[in-house]
Each structure stands twice: as C-alpha cells, then as structure tokens.
C-alpha cells in the first residue's frame, strides 16, 4: 500500500512502522541524513509505538526540497492522517499546501523552522532560533573583548531563499554581536563594515567549506565566522585549515548541539555552539496530535520553545552556557 503513495522522484524516503494501527500521522523533515533529523525521526517513532499509531516519515531529497515536502503532504492527505509534524525547507513556499491539508482536517505542527506567516500551522515547536543566534554572538563578543569592535565576520547561511530559521540564527547572531539589524527578518541589507561577507552553505559540510573558500578570497582578514550550523562549522575549519587559519585566530561559532559538533567544541574547532532538542521536539509533536490537543502557548512568544543552551570550554562572564560535558550528556546523532 505504501508504495502506491509514493511519487517516483519525489521524496527521498517514506516509510511506516510495520504494524499499521488505526491512526495514521507523518513527519516529514528537509532531509533524510543530516543527524539533526535523523534524531527527530527517531524520537518520533519511539513515540509512536509507545502511542501505538502508524507513523509515515518523509524528507526532501535536499535541504530546500519544496516539491518533496508538498507530495510527501498530499501523499498524508491520501492516507487518511489524523495530521503531521514538518520541518519546512521553503517557509512560504509550503504555505498553500499545509493550509490544504488543514482545510482537509489534518493538524499541522511545524519543527524548528517556522511558517512565514507563522500562524499558517497550527503551532509551532521549536528552539528561539533568534535566542540561539544571540547566544552566539554574544560569546564571541565577549571572547574578543575590544577587538570585536573592528572584527571581520564571514557569514555562512543555509540558502538563498533565506527560510525562517536562516534569518533568525543570522540576525540573532548580529545582534547579540553588536551589529545594527536593520530588518530583523532579512538578511543582507545591513551596513556595519565588520560584516565581511556572506555565503550560502546549504547547512552542508562539503558546501560549507566551499562557502569558506570563497569567503576567503573576499575576507582573507576574517576572525570571526558565523555558521548555520555545525556540519558547515566543520567544512569552515577544513578551509581555514588549508591556509594555516587553524590556530585560534578565527572564532567559529554555530548553533544545533549534535555529537560531532559538541565534540567539535571540545577540539577547539568550534569555540561555542547552541544546543538544541530534536528528539524533545518530535515526541511532543506526536503527542499533541494523538490527543488532538495543543499545549497552551505563550501567545507573545507565538511558538512553544523546546530550548536552547549555549555550550562552550570557555564561558564568558554575562552569557549563560554549559560545559562541553554537559553538552555530550545531551547531545544527539
């Protein structure tokens, strides 16, 4: 039966618990391999057989999939689904379909990336991407101490369609920097010299060395470097590796909290990172939609905040953080 729902070309995987129960919901994330999801799925399947639903998982061949995201949803339509929890990789572009699978009677809970308008989903669980991003610029601030004040910052982001948690990280960053933002939600059109370039790293390590590469030829002064995440962190320091940038003076600082990247801090590649909870996020997503039921939420804030902390083998007076041991306690992938 499952093969019939899938679209040929469509979706990198879709797939079921072996044992088909009477209710039916989906978790469709961007990709199938970044550990950040992989961990996500798993804790939606844990949930799910302790619920004892059918769980149907999904992902985008890429990060930035659109069209993977919205077969995966019309594939959930077809099956009958009480609702899904999605990671959306183009935050307005999969607008019109979540508000087609709510208008068929699905509950739509988004994960980590937030809709653009937030309100096309039913809520909303996720990490302040734009607390994460102060987190980090906030450290590297205070770890620099006077030279922040003539930095010079390369930016890594995830794409050029600038989806949700892109802007956040990034602006959150700047701010907590000392950056003037001037449209919190957009990045790119600030005006502080210290912003030595951005660079689109799809979150990809291999990518995000190239990233790096290219930042290099613009910014070979660079000191500072802002990731989307940490898989593009490592590929940052391959790069700055290969010109003899690896010793210590370039801050590389990110946001998500798997192993490798925790363990990453703890080599001095990283000098800080934000931890996030991708397993905490999925379960609850379940949760919520097997009892047809949303947790109350803050209604300033707009989303529930599933947390994030700063994890770093150099505090900064001023900026909370936990130790490198704390962060592999928790950690994920």
Same mark, same amino acid.
């Not at 449209?183 to 689109?200: A, L, V």
């Not at 996020?281 to 949760?287: N, T």
């Not at 989303?303 to 007076?317: E, N, R, S, Y």
């Given at each position: 039966?499952?093969?019939?729902?899938?679209?040929?070309?469509?979706?990198?995987?879709?797939?079921?618990?072996?044992?088909?129960?009477?209710?039916?919901?989906?978790?469709?994330?961007?990709?199938?391999?970044?550990?950040?999801?992989?961990?996500?799925?798993?804790?939606?399947?844990?949930?799910?057989?302790?619920?004892?639903?059918?769980?149907?998982?999904?992902?985008?061949?890429?990060?930035?999939?659109?069209?993977?995201?919205?077969?995966?949803?019309?594939?959930?339509?077809?099956?009958?689904?009480?609702?899904?929890?999605? $990671?959306?990789? &183009?935050?307005?572009?999969?607008? *019109? %379909?979540?508000?087609?699978? @709510? /208008?068929? !009677?699905? +509950?739509?809970?988004?994960?980590?990336?937030?809709?653009?308008?937030?309100?096309?989903?039913?809520?909303?669980?996720?990490?302040?991407?734009?607390?994460?991003?102060?987190?980090?610029?906030?450290?590297?601030?205070?770890?620099?101490?006077?030279?922040?004040?003539?930095?010079?910052? $390369?930016?890594? &982001?995830?794409?050029?369609?600038? *989806? %949700?948690?892109?802007?956040? @990280? /990034?602006? !959150?960053? +700047?701010?907590?920097?000392?950056?003037?933002?001037?449209?919190?939600?957009?990045?790119?059109?600030?005006?502080?010299?210290?912003?030595?370039?951005?660079?689109?790293?799809?979150?990809?390590?291999?990518?995000?060395?190239?990233?790096?590469?290219?930042?290099?030829?613009?910014?070979?002064?660079?000191?500072?470097?802002?990731?989307?995440?940490?898989?593009?962190?490592?590929?940052?320091?391959?790069?700055?590796?290969?010109?003899?940038?690896?010793?210590?003076?370039?801050?590389?600082?990110?946001?998500?909290?798997?192993?490798?990247?925790?363990?990453?801090?703890?080599?001095?590649?990283?000098?800080?990172?934000?931890?996030?909870?991708?397993?905490?996020?999925?379960?609850?997503?379940?949760?919520?939609?097997?009892?047809?039921?949303?947790?109350?939420?803050?209604?300033?804030?707009?989303?529930?905040?599933?947390?994030?902390?700063?994890?770093?083998?150099?505090?900064?007076?001023?900026?909370?953080?936990?130790?490198?041991?704390?962060?592999?306690?928790?950690?994920?992938?």
């Amino acid at each position: 039966m499952l093969k019939k729902l899938l679209l040929a070309g469509s979706i990198l995987a879709l797939s079921a618990l072996p044992v088909l129960a009477d209710e039916t919901i989906g978790l469709i994330t961007k990709t199938e391999t970044n550990p950040f999801f992989v961990k996500m799925r798993e804790g939606a399947q844990a949930k799910a057989k302790e619920l004892g639903i059918t769980l149907i998982t999904a992902a985008g061949k890429y990060d930035g999939d659109n069209d993977g995201q919205v077969a995966a949803i019309e594939n959930l339509i077809a099956a009958g689904a009480k609702g899904f929890a999605i $990671v959306p990789s &183009d935050s307005k572009a999969i607008v *019109p %379909t979540i508000k087609k699978a @709510r /208008d068929a !009677g699905l +509950m739509v809970i988004v994960l980590d990336t937030p809709l653009d308008p937030m309100n096309a989903a039913d809520a909303t669980f996720a990490t302040d991407n734009r607390k994460a991003g102060m987190l980090i610029g906030e450290w590297a601030k205070g770890t620099l101490g006077d030279k922040a004040a003539d930095a010079k910052v $390369v930016f890594l &982001d995830l794409a050029t369609n600038q *989806p %949700t948690v892109d802007f956040l @990280r /990034d602006q !959150g960053f +700047m701010q907590g920097f000392g950056i003037d933002v001037k449209d919190p939600n957009k990045i790119g059109d600030e005006s502080d010299p210290r912003i030595c370039d951005h660079e689109i790293s799809q979150g990809d390590q291999e990518k995000g060395r190239t990233a790096m590469e290219n930042a290099l030829q613009k910014c070979p002064e660079v000191n500072v470097v802002y990731t989307i995440n940490e898989p593009a962190a490592a590929g940052a320091w391959e790069a700055l590796k290969a010109v003899g940038k690896d010793d210590g003076s370039v801050l590389i600082v990110s946001i998500d909290g798997g192993c490798p990247g925790v363990k990453n801090v703890q080599a001095g590649v990283i000098g800080a990172t934000s931890q996030q909870y991708p397993l905490k996020m999925a379960a609850m997503a379940l949760e919520a939609i097997h009892a047809g039921k949303i947790p109350a939420i803050d209604p300033a804030v707009g989303f529930l905040d599933t947390g994030a902390q700063l994890i770093t083998a150099k505090p900064v007076d001023g900026v909370p953080s936990i130790s490198v041991d704390e962060g592999l306690k928790l950690c994920w992938g």
